[in-house]
């Protein structure tokens, strides 16, 4: 009996993963390549990403434009070596997308080592058939 819930479990989460529509297959991918930019500091793809209109804030209270966004990591001043995301929640309505997520990074900003652990909420918008990161919030998370 054990053996079959177990497998039943596995199954359910199986297709829950594959549960998702176009769009929110579009802004999963969207965000992994926001990820893959911040790690490698590729200021062409962090603009890429960015909408023009882009706000993003920073669990300190810190805001940036997208010209502010795109040097404070492509410059090495936010230089994130690792980031794992978890507990992802994806919600689309039309044109725009909320994500959801918990954020742990290594850092070394500035050449400093330190870590990261906040909560983020990033707000897609799709643009000309792209999705453009629009807003991003990040959160201290309780301890």
């Known amino acids: 009996m054990k053996k079959l819930l177990s497998l039943f479990?596995?199954?359910l989460?199986?297709?829950g993963s594959f549960a998702q529509t176009k769009d929110e297959q579009e802004v999963t991918a969207?965000?992994?390549f926001l990820k893959k930019?911040?790690?490698d500091g590729d200021r062409a793809n962090l603009a890429k990403i960015a909408a023009?209109?882009?706000v993003y804030g920073h669990s300190s209270g810190k805001v940036q434009n997208k010209a502010e966004f795109v040097e404070g990591i492509a410059s090495g001043g936010s230089d994130f070596v690792t980031i794992d995301l978890t507990d992802q929640l994806i919600k689309v309505s039309g044109n725009t997308a909320v994500v959801h997520h918990k954020l742990s990074a290594q850092t070394n900003d500035g050449g400093k080592p330190g870590s990261a652990k906040i909560g983020v909420m990033l707000v897609?918008?799709?643009q000309k058939g792209q999705w453009k990161l629009l807003a991003r919030q990040a959160f201290k998370l309780p301890v």
């Open 9 to 11: 479990i596995a199954v």
């Open 13 to 15: 989460c199986t297709v």
């Open 30 to 32: 969207a965000v992994d």
């Open 37 to 39: 930019a911040m790690i």
């Open 52 to 54: 023009e209109e882009l």
């Open 124 to 126: 897609f918008q799709k």
